[in-house]
């Protein structure tokens, strides 16, 4: 692998007055041989202005974050990133690469996830080239194989989670937005590392079900839901009746039966796990009656 190399170019403003000054005086002894009579003097003095004009073009701008790559008759030879006029060979060629930092948002992605759902999936990479040698080198156009690789790793995530889940511990699409962002993130660079670019940040920008299925799987989210809240319900209330029972029985309040335990445990689980308030009766008589 190709990896880049700093170039010390000369400084720009020097070389440009000094060709300046040159190319004056050779200007001014052109004139002076025609003047003169002197025809050595005027075609020495053109064949100077001349050179001049050409080691003048090594001049070029290094702008605030960007390199340029430099190569010598196809050879790298290193690249400038020093800010400013700078100078250098004029023979060698001048790859403007700019190191900004720049956001890349793929399109909206059909694929299935963990369970075979269909969804649209979309991310945004924030990135931008730390080495430029690679950058030009190692692939035929960065920016195009940003772009591939990024949504190549958006459908690979995309099919190791589910879209929702109910449980806590099972990672999903769109409960754990951190974690899933942190692996999308930690996908992409390791597709992108041979390109010299660094993935400054990723993130999930849209994220539904197909629309074919988007009322069914609504649907059956709202089962899920129902049924994960009720057992919720069902294990707080078992908890409660159970503390109720010890209660009771560790204060010495009331002494009950198997059958009286079994009946206050069902009109307990009534009061507690159904969707609308109880309606009390009040005993006025005795325990039995």
């Not at 400013?84 to 190191?99: C, V, Y």
Request: charged share 20%; aromatic share 8%; glycine share 6%.
């Amino acid at each position: 692998m190709i990896r880049e190399q700093k170039y010390q170019a000369v400084a720009g403003l020097p070389m440009l007055l000094l060709f300046l000054v040159a190319a004056a005086f050779e200007i001014a002894g052109f004139f002076n041989g025609i003047a003169d009579g002197s025809p050595a003097l005027a075609v020495g003095s053109a064949l100077a202005l001349l050179i001049t004009i050409f080691l003048a073009a090594g001049l070029f701008v290094v702008n605030p974050n960007e390199g340029r790559v430099l190569q010598l008759f196809g050879d790298y030879v290193g690249t400038a990133r020093v800010p400013g006029l700078r100078w250098a060979n004029p023979f060698f060629t001048k790859k403007r690469i700019s190191l900004r930092v720049r956001n890349f948002e793929s399109a909206r992605l059909k694929v299935n996830d963990n369970e075979g759902n269909p969804i649209e999936i979309a991310a945004v990479v924030v990135w931008q080239v730390v080495d430029t040698a690679e950058a030009v080198f190692e692939v035929d156009d960065y920016n195009n194989y940003v772009k591939v690789q990024s949504e190549s790793a958006l459908r690979n995530l995309a099919t190791s989670y589910t879209y929702d889940t109910h449980d806590d511990s099972q990672m999903s699409l769109r409960s754990h937005t951190a974690e899933v962002a942190e692996h999308l993130k930690k996908e992409i660079q390791d597709r992108l590392a041979r390109a010299g670019v660094e993935v400054i940040e990723s993130r999930i920008s849209h994220l539904a079900y197909a629309p074919e299925i988007a009322a069914s799987m609504l649907q059956r989210q709202q089962a899920g839901a129902i049924i994960a809240a009720r057992q919720r319900i069902v294990e707080g209330a078992v908890g409660m009746v159970e503390m109720a029972l010890d209660m009771l029985s560790r204060r010495d309040i009331v002494s009950l039966d198997d059958e009286r335990k079994a009946a206050m445990v069902s009109n307990l689980l009534v009061v507690l796990c159904g969707e609308r308030a109880a309606q009390p009766i009040v005993n006025t008589g005795t325990i039995y009656q």
